[in-house]
C-alpha cells in the first residue's frame, strides 16, 4: 500500500512493493534470498548487524514513459534499470523518483543498490540512539506517464472570516524535446476551477497557481478530523492526460504571544515522540502496525506525535490526517556537532531532505510544525548558522505553519543555577527543550521547569511559545524493583508521574512530547550507552507490550485537559 487513499485515476500505478524481490548481500558471500519489500536487511536471518551494499532486483513489464517512486531507501539509493543506473539518492527517510523515457515494450529489470554504511559522505546517517537499517524500507510505485505529467501539487488552506479558500500551487513536468500546451484544473469538493492554459518548455518543469473555491466546507480538528479529496487534472486537446489526487484539510496554524493556536483556539501538546521501530520488522513497518501504534497514543489521551528524529512514512502521516493526531515533522539531523557540522557535505545533505520533506508531506493537515536540526550545535556560531538557513528554507518552502528545533543546550548545577548556553533561541517561532529531571538530573520537575522558563524569557526566547520537547525516563520491560531503582518500570512509572503533572500543570507551557512512544534499537557503537542496545524509555517496548508507565501516562493524559 502506498498511501492510504488511491491517488490517481487517469494515471497507471502499479505497486511494486507488497511482492517478493531478489536480495544479493554483497560481502562477499554472495548470498541471495527472496524477500517482501518493504524489507530491512537487518530482520533478515544471520544479517542483524550487516552494514554494506546489498542489490534489491525485480522485473516488470512495461513501455514508454515510466516514473519508478521511492518511498524510502536507506540510506544511499542507486537505481539500475536494464543495466543502467537512471537515479540515485541520499537519504533513508524521504521518496524520490526514477524517470525513464521510451521503454521498449517488455520485460524489464529493476535492480536497486543499497549501502547502510557510514563514511565522511555521509553526514546525517551516522552512529547515533536509533539504528540506520539497511534495504528499501518503504513502498515502492511503478507509474506509466504520458508525455507531461503532474509532479506534486500543493494546496494551502485560506481563512478570510468564517470563508475559506485553498491556494493551489501545481507543477507540471514536460519529458518531451517538445513544446508542450496543456490546461490545468482541480476538482474540489465537487466544484471545478480552471487555473488556465500553460505552455511546457522541452524537458522542463513549470509551476502553475491559482486560487480554489471552498464553500461549505468543514475545518480540520483532531477532534472532527475532516478531510477533502483535491484532484489536479492535465488536459490536452480536451481530453484529461494525466491526473494527481491529494487529501487536504482546512485548519490554520497561527502563533499569537506564548500560545500555538488551530483555528484560533490554544492547543494543548499531550505527545509523544516516536521512532520508527517495530520488533521483528525494524523500521519496514506494515500499515497495521502503524495503526496499532496510534490506538495505543490515542488510549493513552495522546494528541500529537514527534516523528523523532526524520520524516515519517506518508501512510503514517495519512493515519495521522484521518484520526486527528497533530504531528510535529522534523528533518534528519540528530545530535551532529560542531565538527561534524563543518562537513561540506552537511548543509546540502540537510537542505535537501528539508526540501524532499516540505515537498512530500506539504498537503497533511495533522502537520502543524516543522522542525530541524535535534539537539545539533546550536551552541556554537557555526550552529547558528546551519540553525539560520534551515530554518529560513523551512519558511520559504512553507509560510502556513511555525518552525522549531529541539534544543538541549543549558548548564546548571545539580540541577540549579541554569544557564541557557543555545545562542540560537531568536530563529525559531517555538522554543522547544529536551529535559529530564528526574532521570539524568535528579531534582524537583517543577522547580527545574520553573527555572529553564525564566532563564529563557530572559533572552531572546522571551515570549514565545515554550515545548518540552522530550522528557522521560528508562526502563527495561520485565525489570521490576522494590527500592523504584532506575531501569525498573516502577521508578521509570513514578518519574513519569512527577514530570508529566508538573508540565502540564503549568500554564506557560504549550505542552510535552513524552520520550519516548516505543523502544528502539541503536547503532551497535552505541552499546555502552544503552542496555540490550536499544533505547529503553518506551512506555511499551519495540514488541509493543505496556509497561507499567502506561496506566500512568493514560490516567494523567485524560486528565488533563
Keep these: 500500500m502506498i498511501r492510504m487513499f488511491e491517488t490517481h ?3 497507471k500505478q502499479t505497486e511494486l512493493s507488497d511482492t517478493l524481490w531478489k536480495v544479493r548481500i554483497l560481502d562477499g558471500s554472495e548470498l541471495e534470498r527472496d524477500v517482501f519489500v518493504p524489507s530491512c536487511i537487518e530482520m533478515l536471518p544471520g544479517l542483524g548487524n550487516y552494514r554494506g551494499e546489498a542489490i534489491f532486483s525485480k522485473r516488470f513489464f512495461a513501455e514508454g514513459n515510466i516514473r519508478l517512486e521511492f518511498k524510502g531507501v536507506s540510506h544511499t539509493a542507486t537505481v539500475i534499470l536494464d543495466g543502467q543506473e537512471i537515479a540515485s539518492h541520499y537519504g533513508a527517510y524521504t521518496p524520490f523518483e526514477a524517470v525513464a523515457t521510451d521503454l521498449k515494450p517488455g520485460e524489464h529489470l529493476l535492480e ?7 563514511s565522511e559522505a555521509s553526514t546525517v546517517h551516522v552512529p547515533n540512539d536509533y539504528m540506520t537499517y539497511g534495504g528499501i524500507t518503504r513502498p515502492v510505485a511503478l507509474e506509466q506517464l504520458p508525455g507531461c505529467f503532474i509532479q506534486w501539487a500543493h494546496y494551502t488552506p485560506k481563512r478570510t472570516g468564517n470563508s475559506w479558500a485553498c491556494q493551489a500551487e501545481i507543477c507540471i513536468r514536460n519529458l ?16 471545478r476551477t480552471e487555473l488556465g492554459i500553460v505552455t511546457l518548455e522541452p524537458e522542463k518543469a513549470t509551476v502553475i497557481q491559482g486560487i480554489l473555491p471552498a464553500e461549505n466546507v468543514k475545518e480540520w480538528t483532531p477532534e472532527s478530523p475532516v478531510l477533502y479529496s483535491v484532484e489536479a487534472l492535465l488536459i490536452e486537446n480536451g481530453t484529461p492526460m494525466d491526473d494527481l489526487i491529494e487529501r487536504i484539510g482546512f485548519r490554520e496554524i497561527k502563533i499569537t504571544g506564548n500560545k500555538i493556536l488551530l483555528n484560533g483556539a490554544p492547543i494543548r501538546i499531550k505527545g509523544f515522540c516516536r521512532h520508527e521501530d517495530f520488533g521483528g520488522f525494524g523500521c519496514a513497518i506494515p500499515t497495521p502496525a502503524m495503526q496499532k501504534d496510534i490506538l495505543f497514543i490515542k488510549d493513552m489521551g495522546g494528541n500529537a506525535i514527534r516523528t523523532s528524529h526524520y520524516p515519517n512514512d506518508e501512510r503514517f502521516l495519512d493515519l495521522c490526517d484521518e484520526q486527528g493526531i497533530l504531528v510535529w515533522e522534523e528533518n534528519h539531523a540528530r545530535g551532529i556537532k560542531e565538527a561534524q557540522m563543518k562537513n561540506p557535505l552537511f548543509e546540502e545533505q540537510c537542505e535537501t531532505c528539508n526540501l524532499e520533506m516540505v515537498t512530500a508531506h506539504y498537503n497533511h493537515p495533522s502537520i502543524y510544525i516543522w522542525g530541524v536540526m535535534n539537539e545539533c550545535a546550536s551552541d556554537t556560531e557555526i550552529g547558528r548558522e546551519c540553525y539560520g538557513k534551515q530554518l529560513a528554507q523551512l519558511r520559504s518552502l512553507d509560510q502556513s505553519r511555525p518552525v522549531t528545533f529541539a534544543s538541549c543546550r543549558f548548564t546548571h548545577e545539580n540541577g540549579t543555577n541554569i544557564s541557557i548556553t543555545d545562542i ?12 529530564y529531571p528526574q532521570w539524568y538530573i535528579d531534582v524537583d520537575v517543577s522547580a527545574f521547569l520553573r527555572e529553564m522558563q525564566g532563564r529563557i524569557n530572559e533572552g531572546p526566547g522571551a515570549g514565545k511559545p515554550f515545548i518540552v520537547s522530550e522528557i522521560g525516563a528508562g526502563a527495561i520491560y520485565g525489570s521490576h524493583s522494590v527500592e523504584h531503582l532506575k531501569w525498573s518500570e516502577e521508578y521509570q ?9 508538573a508540565v502540564l500543570s503549568n500554564p506557560d507551557c504549550m505542552g510535552v512530547y513524552i520520550w519516548q512512544f516505543c523502544d528502539c534499537r541503536i547503532s551497535s557503537e552505541w552499546f555502552y550507552n544503552r542496555p540490550n542496545c536499544h533505547n529503553n524509555k518506551g512506555i511499551v517496548d519495540d514488541y509493543r507490550r505496556p509497561k507499567l508507565c502506561y496506566e500512568t501516562v493514560k490516567r494523567l493524559f485524560h486528565a488533563y485537559k
Design 9 to 11: 485515476k487517469i494515471r
Design 112 to 118: 536497486v543498490r543499497t549501502d547502510n554504511r557510514f
Design 176 to 191: 518531451e524535446k517538445l513544446e508542450k500546451t496543456v490546461t490545468v484544473s482541480c476538482v474540489l469538493n465537487g466544484v
Design 424 to 435: 540560537c533561541l531568536d530563529l525559531p517561532d517555538v522554543v522547544s527543550y529536551n529535559m
Design 493 to 501: 512509572s513514578e518519574a513519569l508521574e512527577k514530570q508529566i503533572t
